[in-house]
């Protein structure tokens, strides 16, 4: 069965979502004890701890048992018998242990006033910790930002969540004590940590806000811009309500849950149509799309535009499918029927568009350059006789020598020269030299000094002969670094074919 993209996953897993989060509150719709609410959830809490833990360790005993039955009795088990019992524990057992342990007196619970100690502890000694310490660092990179007048780097958005989370967190458990003499300082720590977190609010949103506005609307950046609304109106709330109940956090979450899993405005049809609109942009400005149909262009995209048209691919392709663009071609985009997948390949999309399927890597260190041809690709060998073994040479290992009957070949120590040797018994031995420079250079060109991954094995192949020998290569992976003197070789990874040429015979290598 061809696999769906995983649009249909992600809206299960909201769904499953909104439902979890609605079962922490559905019995507390009526009612305003917070304290029935916390006592209620820390119950579920450590049911769902114990299933969780009971479930691991049956299934962990039970699997051990069929892997004895199969070795001491030497009897058959089936590996898929392993994955149905997984599915027996998780789908039966995990449900029903769970469900036992459900409170069912809520009376009883909105009154319960018992605190575990232990929880304490974690809570004010491990996370409270952990919020000042994302907070200092936060505080220090506002004043970076400040004084150097840069925008905001996209990966402190997720300190920041983590900040809000784990400062959440920390509230919610320490929340039954806030009404206890010696705890009096939880409600001016939660009140200011709501003050703290509304400045770094604005912080977020300059990031991710950038974030979108060069690569356009995905999932995640949806969900991203969600949660920080969601906190920005929960810090208001928590603020200036008089109420301030626990229980709308839950509520709140699940509505969202449920009003971004479906219809225009959720988040996998803005998502769909900003990365559709942007493709169509990027088409439209190479002259690869005219008129709703793609045309043959005058000339090839940027490498930059490249890039882009296939990172978008990419992403259709695994979250929606091209239902989108489909209209665009003249051919079907659908995989055939004993495909993996119920579309064609990004690489198969982009060959039909006349690119090469190649994702340029931007965020490689500074002065390393690494080149990988497209995995899963077998090197055409036609022409040649023998298919030497896959080779890896390292700077821990410059020196090293692969062979297969009468061919050998080494490394030289700049990992910059391959010297071939066919030397067939009682036979002159002749060498052919192959510099891999020209490779090095040619590949920085293409990619305009950046390295890159996915790239077609041709623009890999090196090809090479002399009167006794001819070699073909494919190098799979080489990474490169920028020096003072010129370009070093880390380590290269590839493979060989080769064939006799001259007086000798294929078959004499088999004597």
Request: proline content about 4%.
């Amino acid at each position: 069965i061809p696999a769906a993209p995983e649009v249909h996953g992600m809206r299960l897993a909201l769904l499953m979502a909104a439902a979890a989060l609605f079962i922490t509150f559905a019995p507390w719709m009526r009612r305003d004890a917070d304290s029935g609410f916390w006592q209620f959830n820390r119950a579920l809490a450590v049911r769902a701890f114990t299933a969780g833990l009971f479930t691991l360790v049956l299934y962990g005993g039970l699997a051990l048992a069929l892997a004895a039955v199969e070795n001491l009795f030497e009897l058959p088990i089936p590996g898929e018998r392993y994955l149905q019992l997984w599915i027996l524990h998780l789908g039966i057992f995990l449900p029903w242990f769970f469900l036992a342990g459900v409170p069912v007196d809520f009376d009883d619970a909105a009154g319960d006033i018992r605190y575990p100690n232990g929880l304490k502890i974690f809570s004010q000694y491990v996370l409270l910790p952990l919020v000042g310490i994302y907070f200092v660092i936060l505080l220090a990179y506002s004043g970076k930002i400040v004084f150097s007048w840069t925008w905001p780097y996209g990966w402190v958005s997720r300190l920041i969540l983590g900040f809000s989370a784990t400062g959440l967190l920390s509230l919610l458990l320490l929340y039954p004590l806030r009404t206890r003499d010696e705890a009096r300082w939880i409600t001016r720590a939660a009140t200011w940590f709501w003050v703290a977190l509304l400045p770094l609010l604005v912080l977020y949103f300059l990031a991710i806000s950038r974030r979108i506005s060069e690569y356009g609307m995905t999932e995640g950046r949806y969900l991203g811009v969600l949660v920080g609304a969601w906190l920005a109106v929960m810090a208001l709330y928590f603020l200036f309500s008089r109420g301030r109940h626990i229980t709308r956090i839950p509520v709140s979450l699940c509505i969202l849950a449920l009003l971004i899993s479906f219809g225009p405005w959720g988040m996998f049809s803005v998502s769909e149509q900003s990365q559709s609109a942007r493709l169509e942009g990027l088409l439209e400005t190479n002259g690869l799309l005219t008129d709703g149909k793609i045309r043959t262009a005058e000339k090839e995209p940027s490498l930059d535009d490249a890039g882009e048209i296939n990172a978008i691919l990419q992403y259709m392709h695994s979250m929606h499918g091209y239902a989108a663009i489909e209209q665009w071609f003249d051919v079907s985009l659908r995989a055939d029927a004993d495909a993996w997948s119920a579309w064609k390949s990004p690489a198969d999309v982009a060959a039909l568009l006349g690119i090469d399927y190649v994702a340029v890597r931007k965020s490689a260190p500074e002065g390393e350059l690494r080149f990988d041809a497209a995995r899963n690709v077998a090197l055409s060998v036609r022409g040649y006789d023998r298919l030497l073994p896959e080779a890896f040479f390292s700077e821990s290992r410059r020196e090293a020598t692969v062979g297969a009957e009468h061919v050998t070949y080494r490394m030289n120590a700049t990992l910059d020269t391959l010297t071939f040797v066919f030397a067939p018994e009682e036979e002159t031995a002749d060498s052919l030299r192959i510099p891999l420079t020209a490779l090095a250079d040619t590949l920085l060109a293409a990619y305009e000094g950046s390295g890159a991954q996915d790239i077609p094995p041709e623009r890999m192949e090196i090809e090479a002969a002399n009167d006794g020998l001819a070699v073909k290569l494919l190098i799979m992976q080489v990474q490169l670094r920028r020096e003072s003197d010129g370009l070093r070789t880390k380590f290269m990874r590839l493979r060989t074919a080769f064939r006799v040429t001259g007086g000798a015979e294929v078959d004499d290598l088999n004597e």
